[in-house]
């Protein structure tokens, strides 16, 4: 794992080696090992790069790196892992004669002179976001992997009367370069505001962009800037080339075109394919772990990983406080079950609030997952051991494990006939229910429930299905309000000038044309493009490099990922429980009875501490008079949530931690 920087610019100028080490030292987290930067100043452009050493942890491993003939140079973020099988491919065909180490980097260029750039991604398996320059043809390439596992931002700056191209791994890259003034964009503060991330293609600064998964953006030296919009793929623009070089679209479509019906094959299949990404993925030259929460994913994995190690797999986990929001009892189990040599780190309230400060700077853009916080925290106690960390994220994207997906089709199948006005209507009178009410419901129901069945958190469950049911009237745009937290942002967002517009978003993109014949599988999808890479990709990445820990997602082997979308809705989802096909591999490995239990997720208690001990922070950052003086919100709708959470009405935590955490942004951004 590593942090990449570039500049080109028409004035050689800018290029320079002390602005490109300025940027990329302000990456030092991602990587504390070494660092380069490489210029031609006749050509404008300059690589920067640090380094946090996983494979060949020698000088041969140095970036940026060069090409056997000269033609290319690179800097990398992320990792090839099936690199040593393709070096013996290339091997074969006789080039190079002679490696000079044994990195990954090196085998990508010898890869790209062989094959040429698409040919080579699309051999390759891995995470990866990476800039390579070509002398010859004098164009810059910008690649991010299929799901954007490793971050990509790039952009124009002003500089005197010429535009400067910038690229990075994270937005404070951008914020070191002499006389940076680009302004918040207010249509990307409404997606942020409704997503509870900033989506890509957009960043929260005026022409910065994300460059979208599975992407390739080629830039001549003509280019120019697009000023008020980014690119789509696929697009030409003034210098500019956006293409896809992978699509899940296309894996979805393929997968409904090539079913597989017979169920002991596909779990045949799912624990071969698991097995080989685990494989892949446990090789480094530094220590290496994983995060086990106890829940089918993470155990998947660290199952997986045991089986195939002679040693005892480190695992990590973190314990709170809080009654209902521990989950380290279920992973110690787990641990103790695989054998595993595991650790766990008990958390205080009192500790975790410590993290918040640290959020902006570590996030570099508002970010509004509250589960940041455990993330860190598991990621720190991590890195005391070991350098890598495997996890067991999109396994609820690929099998079905999110409750939205049997719940949304259950509100869709009973509720869809009824007329819009009168599906409002109901939502309207169930959303009315104070909270103190609903939680009185919930233990009442509770009461006649068995215990391995009691409702958890009924009174979130509830105010949710009230929200559901007030939305509009297809199956995107059900979606669409379960990933929303605040709607109407035009009363809520304050243009520039006038009201705000808020911008298309992934969501908004055509759907493939097969496969997603069910509800579920379309939800799915949804959020495998737009939630998985921006919210949870992003999290697990900013919260690991904030304490240089490399972590790998072998769910997120785009073999793993083809097989998932072959098997049909039945083998994902059956009743109300996900994940059909995957409990089906863990289960032997581990008794059902250690893990078959409601997800809770990896969430605190916010909620609590806002009325509690975060009541002052928030308040300051609340304040009305702060909130007319700098002038992004309309202040009534977020004082009237703030003053009904405080009173115990309703439970406001998911929208006014949105707020929360642009305002502490703003706050150590200016």
């Known amino acids: 794992m590593c942090g990449i920087v570039g500049i080109w610019s028409s004035n050689a100028g800018e290029a320079t080696e002390l602005r490109t080490r300025t940027m990329a030292d302000s990456l030092y987290h991602r990587g504390p090992d070494d660092a380069g930067v490489w210029v031609d100043v006749q050509a404008g452009i300059a690589l920067g790069h640090r380094r946090l050493s996983i494979v060949d942890l020698s000088a041969a491993g140095h970036q940026p790196m060069h090409s056997n003939s000269g033609r290319y140079v690179i800097v990398l973020n992320g990792e090839i892992y099936n690199h040593l099988e393709?070096?013996?491919?290339?091997?074969?065909?006789?080039?190079?004669?002679i490696w000079r180490g044994h990195s990954d980097t090196e085998t990508l260029l010898a890869c790209f002179e062989t094959w040429g750039i698409e040919g080579t991604l699309k051999k390759s398996v891995g995470m990866f976001a990476l800039a390579l320059w070509d002398k010859q043809t004098l164009k810059l390439h910008l690649v991010r992997d299929r799901f954007g596992e490793k971050p990509l931002y790039y952009g124009w700056l002003s500089s005197g009367s010429s535009e400067v191209l910038v690229f990075a791994s994270e937005l404070k890259a951008f914020r070191t370069y002499p006389g940076f003034c680009n302004p918040v964009s207010r249509e990307a503060?409404?997606?942020?505001?409704?997503?509870?991330?900033?989506?890509?293609?957009?960043?929260?600064?005026q022409n910065i962009y994300k460059l979208e998964p599975g992407c390739l953006?080629?830039?001549?030296?003509?280019?120019?800037?697009?000023?008020?919009?980014?690119l789509r793929p696929s697009a030409d623009q003034g210098g500019l080339s956006l293409r896809r070089w992978w699509s899940l679209g296309d894996v979805v479509a393929k997968g409904a075109r090539n079913p597989i019906t017979d169920e002991t094959e596909a779990i045949t299949l799912l624990e071969h394919h698991l097995n080989e990404a685990v494989r892949l993925q446990s090789l480094a030259d530094v220590p290496?772990?994983?995060?086990?929460?106890?829940g089918i994913d993470?155990?998947?994995?660290?199952?997986?990983?045991?089986?195939?190690?002679?040693?005892?797999?480190?695992?990590?986990?973190?314990?709170?406080?809080?009654?209902?929001f521990d989950e380290s009892p279920y992973a110690r189990a787990v641990a103790q079950h695989l054998g595993t040599d595991h650790s766990e780190l008990f958390v205080t309230a009192a500790q975790a609030q410590?993290?918040?400060?640290?959020?902006?700077?570590?996030?570099?853009?508002p970010f509004a997952d509250a589960s940041q916080i455990p993330t860190h925290l598991v990621c720190k106690v991590a890195r005391q051991h070991v350098t890598v960390a495997l996890s067991g994220d999109a396994g609820d994207e690929l099998f079905g494990g999110y409750q939205h997906y049997w719940r949304g089709a259950r509100i869709w199948a009973n509720m869809s006939w009824l007329p819009y006005r009168s599906r409002k209507m109901l939502g309207t009178i169930v959303g009315a229910v104070p909270s103190s009410a609903?939680?009185?419901?919930?233990?009442?129901?509770?009461?006649?429930l068995p215990g391995q069945r009691n409702l958890v958190r009924f009174r979130n469950k509830a105010q949710w299905v009230a929200e559901r049911l007030r939305e509009d009237s297809n199956v995107g745009g059900l979606h669409k309000s379960i990933v929303s937290k605040w709607k109407n942002l035009a009363f809520l967002v304050k243009g520039a000038s006038g009201s705000i517009t808020e911008p298309a978003s992934l969501l908004d993109d055509k759907l493939p044309l097969s496969g997603l014949k069910y509800c579920e599988l379309e939800m799915m999808y949804r959020d495998s493009i737009t939630y998985l890479t921006d919210d949870i990709l992003c999290k697990v990445d900013r919260a690991a490099m904030a304490t240089s820990l490399e972590t790998r997602v072998p769910f997120l082997d785009h073999r793993v990922v083809e097989l998932a979308w072959q098997l049909p809705l039945?083998?994902?989802?059956?009743?109300a429980e996900g994940k059909w096909a995957l409990r089906q591999v863990l289960y032997k490995y581990v008794p059902n009875k250690l893990i078959d239990r409601p997800k809770a997720g990896f969430g605190l208690p916010v909620g609590e501490w806002l009325r509690g001990p975060l009541r002052d922070w928030a308040e300051e950052l609340l304040n009305l008079h702060r909130l007319q003086t700098e002038g992004y919100f309309y202040p009534e709708p977020i004082r009237i949530k703030w003053a009904e959470h405080l009173g115990g009405l309703y439970d406001h935590a998911d929208t006014l931690w949105t707020v929360l955490m642009f305002q502490a942004w703003l706050g150590r951004s200016n």
């Open 189 to 205: 503060l409404a997606l942020y505001m409704r997503f509870t991330y900033v989506p890509a293609p957009y960043s929260i600064y």
């Open 86 to 97: 393709l070096r013996g491919e290339l091997t074969g065909l006789g080039y190079p004669l």
């Open 570 to 575: 039945n083998m994902k989802i059956r009743g």
């Open 354 to 365: 410590a993290v918040i400060p640290q959020l902006p700077t570590m996030y570099d853009e």
């Open 438 to 448: 609903l939680d009185s419901i919930g233990e009442m129901i509770n009461t006649v």
């Open 298 to 324: 993470s155990s998947t994995i660290v199952a997986l990983m045991q089986q195939q190690s002679m040693r005892p797999v480190k695992t990590f986990t973190v314990g709170f406080e809080e009654a209902g």
């Open 288 to 294: 290496l772990g994983a995060f086990l929460s106890g």
């Open 217 to 230: 953006l080629s830039i001549c030296g003509d280019f120019t800037a697009p000023l008020n919009t980014p």
